[in-house]
């Protein structure tokens, strides 16, 4: 069983209450818990297979509840564990930090985004660039489980999505943490970012994101995955994330520096592009410094939960996520397999060869 949303919200509510009482030690009793949890051999076999395995959920081994039994106990209270000591919520660490997420098990419809690697690759590249030192405001407009708050260190943080769902995790794990510096709320970016924004926007401000860009072809009679599905050619929320900043930087008056750091999946014309989102990116900020890198030496296009494609691949390689069982019922497979092949022709049409999996960097600038 899962976790319900409501139940998040419970949570969040029994926690935060109780961790403003003094001497609420239950906070770090999870933590520590989850922590244990996840470093035992038990968890690590288990997530090491648990995409090949969708439909399973990790129970805490009997040694563990004995040693640690009122965080157990806790766990079971909240129902982020059942009596039977299977978890309802998918542990998992990035940057040294052990959060909550959805695990593989959930209906992919409303699966809060399970993996950390994506935020992971924009998190190095933040650091590398020393960006969190540089920009007091970060803005992650698709915040998922929260990663980017864990793994980037700015003073603020506005953190926004369209699933309540992940909003409520986000929330959650910035509470298990002790983070006071992040403002939560519910947006979809296809109608920009939200007016009161413009408020609270500092001189400088950061913004990084990783919006759903997978090309997927409709499940029969089934909404398409919220946390995946980026439209018929994979770039249309990153689009809409890049539309959205465009209207933002020229509404909000504070602001005198801009830089977003998107992930993406995007089309390209060949196996060195040009890629169609840096291409609309160059149009709409003209005077802005923009770079785009593809990640040649991460591998992409995840089926059953690994990237196993060379970066870039060709268009003809996209009908392999058919096979993954992460995201398609088995007797889907032949209608996947063929919406794939659609696109391809399509895709093969309009000149596009192949998908890249990169990084855009864009500095706007006002004097
Ligand atoms: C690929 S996940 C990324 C989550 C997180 N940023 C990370 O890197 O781990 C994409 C997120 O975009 C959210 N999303 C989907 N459509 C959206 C929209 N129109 N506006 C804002 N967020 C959206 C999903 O709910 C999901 O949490």
Not at 230 to 251: C, E, I, Q, W, Y
Not at 311 to 340: H, Q, W
Not at 341 to 364: C, E, P
Request: some cysteine; aromatic content about 8%; hydrophobic content about 35%.
């Amino acid at each position: 069983m899962t976790i319900s949303t409501d139940q998040l919200s419970k949570v969040l509510r029994e926690l935060g209450a109780g961790n403003s009482l003094p001497g609420d030690r239950r906070l770090a009793q999870i933590n520590g818990y989850l922590g244990e949890i996840y470093q035992s051999p038990e968890y690590t076999d288990w997530i090491g297979r648990e995409e090949l395995q969708p439909a399973s959920q990790f129970t805490i081994p009997p040694r563990l509840s004995i040693h640690n039994k009122v965080a157990h106990n806790l766990l079971i209270e909240l129902e982020i564990a059942h009596s039977d000591s299977t978890l309802s919520a998918r542990i998992d660490r990035t940057q040294s930090t052990i959060y909550l997420t959805d695990g593989f098990w959930v209906d992919p419809e409303y699966r809060v985004f399970p993996t950390s690697d994506e935020s992971d690759i924009l998190c190095d590249y933040v650091s590398r660039h020393s960006l969190a030192s540089k920009y007091p405001l970060m803005i992650d407009p698709a915040c998922g489980p929260g990663r980017h708050g864990i793994g980037i260190d700015t003073p603020y943080q506005i953190s926004l999505d369209m699933s309540e769902r992940a909003l409520a995790y986000s929330r959650l794990n910035a509470l298990l943490r002790g983070t006071t510096n992040q403002l939560f709320g519910a947006n979809d970016i296809v109608r920009g970012f939200p007016k009161p924004i413009n408020v609270l926007l500092r001189e400088k401000t950061l913004i990084v994101a990783n919006m759903p860009f997978a090309i997927l072809p409709k499940r029969p009679g089934r909404p398409e995955p919220l946390a995946q599905d980026g439209g018929p050619r994979g770039v249309a929320l990153s689009k809409a994330l890049l539309d959205a900043t465009a209207m933002l930087f020229k509404n909000a008056a504070a602001m005198r520096e801009l830089r977003v750091i998107l992930l993406f999946y995007s089309l390209g014309r060949s196996d060195f592009g040009p890629w169609e989102i840096a291409q609309y990116a160059e149009a709409l900020f003209p005077d802005a410094v923009a770079k785009t890198t593809i990640l040649t030496e991460k591998p992409m296009w995840r089926v059953n939960g690994r990237k196993e494609q060379p970066n870039p691949m060709p268009v003809s390689s996209l009908k392999e996520k058919a096979r993954c069982r992460l995201t398609y019922k088995e007797f889907d497979e032949d209608a996947i397999r063929d919406g794939f092949l659609k696109r391809q022709q399509q895709f093969a049409k309009d000149g596009w060869t192949h998908l890249g999996y990169g990084v855009l960097d864009i500095s706007l600038t006002k004097s």
